[in-house]
């Protein structure tokens, strides 16, 4: 079974800031990943996938790298929408997907 | 636009049996690849099962499988998931989410989800 860790659990930032998402996965998962943003009381949206490509319609503050293990999530300037939860997931170990356990971007 | 409104959750005993659909819209349902995706209150995200394009292949996490059969009826763009001798961990939200591809890629898509709860 992959697994994916996400790191930290709860990220504090004042609006306008940076904000830097980890996820690490144990095997590699080549570029296998995508990113999901989760508000309260909403469905899973998808932001990022081949872990580096945004999908239709997310603006460009979101960027995400890495490969094999190593992942990031970059927000550049928070706005107030994006203070929500947000999940990695790999694909490479099909047919079993996994997520992180999750990452909330709180208001400092 | 690709909408999928889920249906059929509600409260069940343990050990009773449920089912859950989706409905899909606004896409060649009969294209893509489909999973179903839980979240218990306050939790994360679990995948739980996928069915390929033309329903031929399925496959089911370990928490469900032998216990949870995932199904589509393309002439009515419909994805359903049986579920048996549930258990009170299975309380959680249930999303139909769609796959990018036809057998199983990235999740590009979610519907809002249906509140599965397991209670006596």
């Known amino acids: 079974e992959t697994v994916m860790t996400q790191s930290p659990a709860t990220l504090s930032v004042s609006p306008g800031e940076r904000a830097t998402l980890s996820c690490r996965a144990s095997?590699?998962?080549?570029?296998?990943l995508a990113w999901y943003q989760q508000k309260p009381g909403q469905a899973p949206r998808l932001l990022i996938y081949?872990?580096?490509t945004r999908a239709t319609g997310i603006p460009a503050r979101f960027s995400g790298s890495g490969s094999g293990t190593e992942f990031t999530l970059t927000i550049s300037s928070l706005q107030s929408e994006d203070f929500a939860v947000y999940y990695c997931?790999?694909?490479?170990?099909?047919?079993?997907?996994?997520f992180g356990q999750g990452t909330k971007v709180e208001i400092k | 636009q690709v909408q999928l409104v889920e249906s059929g959750g509600g409260v069940v005993q343990p050990g009773r049996s449920l089912r859950v659909s989706c409905v899909a819209s606004g896409f060649t349902f009969s294209s893509n690849a489909m999973h179903w995706v839980r979240q218990p209150p306050g939790k994360g995200l679990e995948w739980i099962s996928v069915?390929?394009?033309?329903?031929?292949?399925?496959y089911y996490a370990d928490s469900v499988k032998g216990r949870f059969t995932i199904s589509r009826d393309n002439s009515k763009n419909t994805l359903s998931l049986h579920m048996s001798s549930l258990r009170v961990e299975d309380t959680a939200i249930y999303y139909c989410a769609r796959d990018y591809d036809n057998s199983g890629y990235y999740i590009d898509y979610w519907g809002q989800g249906t509140l599965v709860t397991v209670s006596s």
């Open positions: 069915i390929t394009y033309d329903g031929t292949n399925t």
């Open positions: 081949g872990a580096s």
């Open positions: 997931q790999q694909y490479a170990n099909w047919p079993l997907w996994t």
């Open positions: 095997p590699s998962v080549q570029t296998n």
